[in-house]
């Protein structure tokens, strides 16, 4: 078969529609393309039946729609997180699940650094008294912060996204720490950028900023609760640019509202859904409060990782029908026997 012949459907969620540039893409690597704008079961199943690969962002893949696709070959994410996708239903039944997770490591570092250097700051607060007039109160918060070479960063997890940020930090002059689950992983990255590998309590007892880079699963979900939280700093802020279920809202917002942590920066969310074009104002708790810095998921974006998402994500569907594996690192599931064989370059 040649790859025109092959059915991909593209599922669209409510804000994640495609692209010229995208179809265009596809149309350059011989790929024709469907696309669904379906979100409920029901709806996705009649069209995805008989596809051979589906590709999506952000929308909802069950366990019922992906026993529907019954010659699925790939399930493509276009993104790196795929705790929305039905995965180990996919891996029991032959489909390859695929991810481009290092599209946006970059972007996530500079958001998560600009959350940092505005929460260090406290422009939130001196933009609100200059906007107010109170330059005393502009000042007097601006005054309160400390010099952030004199600061410690702590990292929850040190793959590549982590890595950038921490070369942003050294840049600053700021003290790096890091931990991992994998304490048999090579240090030469940590060591070379001089940071310091230790475990999490100490991470989280001498940090005076604590970002997450962090997948979403069984063994992080609500890893950051209340008893956790309790072991950081007073003065410290917490910053999460990478999946809401890692925190537990309700004791974030506690210990916030508290006086418990300095503040926090927060691009992801558990309770709020982001994949719309509207929200009700105020919707989170911690909405309004100068201390704390909410964006809408957005870390993700720039024009360059917008190409590489597509690009990725096409070479992985290319690769599985032309009968081999993608890149290993783009692999969600690689423990998956195929549907349909693949080789190895």
Not at 221 to 247: E, V, Y
Request: charged content about 20%.
């Amino acid at each position: 078969m040649t790859l025109s012949e092959f059915k991909v459907v593209r599922l669209t969620a409510s804000i994640f529609h495609t692209t010229e540039a995208e179809m265009q893409a596809f149309a350059e690597r011989g790929l024709s393309v469907t696309v669904v704008d379906a979100e409920e079961p029901e709806a996705m199943i009649p069209h995805v039946a008989d596809a051979d690969v589906v590709t999506l962002i952000g929308t909802k893949l069950p366990a019922k729609v992906v026993e529907a696709m019954t010659r699925c070959r790939m399930i493509a994410r276009m993104g790196a997180g795929t705790d929305k996708i039905a995965v180990d239903r996919a891996t029991e039944l032959g489909i390859v699940v695929s991810n481009t997770p290092y599209f946006c490591v970059e972007e996530q570092a500079d958001h998560a650094m600009a959350l940092l250097l505005s929460l260090s700051r406290r422009l939130t607060t001196a933009q609100n008294g200059m906007a107010e007039g109170d330059l005393v109160r502009a000042r007097n918060a601006v005054g309160s912060g400390q010099r952030l070479s004199m600061c410690t960063l702590g990292l929850v997890g040190f793959g590549r996204s982590a890595v950038h940020m921490a070369q942003r930090a050294r840049g600053f002059g700021m003290r790096v720490l890091a931990t991992r689950r994998n304490r048999h992983a090579s240090n030469h990255e940590a060591d070379a950028l001089g940071v310091t590998m230790t475990d999490l309590d100490t991470v989280l007892a001498e940090s005076d900023f604590v970002s997450l880079h962090l997948p979403l699963n069984s063994a992080t979900h609500h890893m950051f609760d209340g008893p956790t939280l309790a072991k950081m700093k007073p003065t410290a802020f917490l910053i999460n640019t990478s999946r809401g279920g890692l925190t537990d809202e309700d004791a974030l917002a506690d210990a916030i509202r508290g006086g418990r942590l300095a503040g926090v920066g927060i691009d992801t969310y558990e309770a709020i859904d982001i994949f719309v074009e509207r929200i009700p104002p105020r919707l989170h708790p911690l909405t309004g409060l100068e201390n704390v810095i909410l964006t809408p998921h957005v870390a993700a974006g720039s024009v360059q990782a917008a190409i590489d998402i597509r690009l990725t994500a096409i070479d992985n569907i290319v690769d599985t029908l032309n009968g081999y594996w993608p890149l290993e690192e783009n692999i969600v599931n690689p423990g998956v026997v195929p549907r349909y064989a693949l080789k190895r370059r």
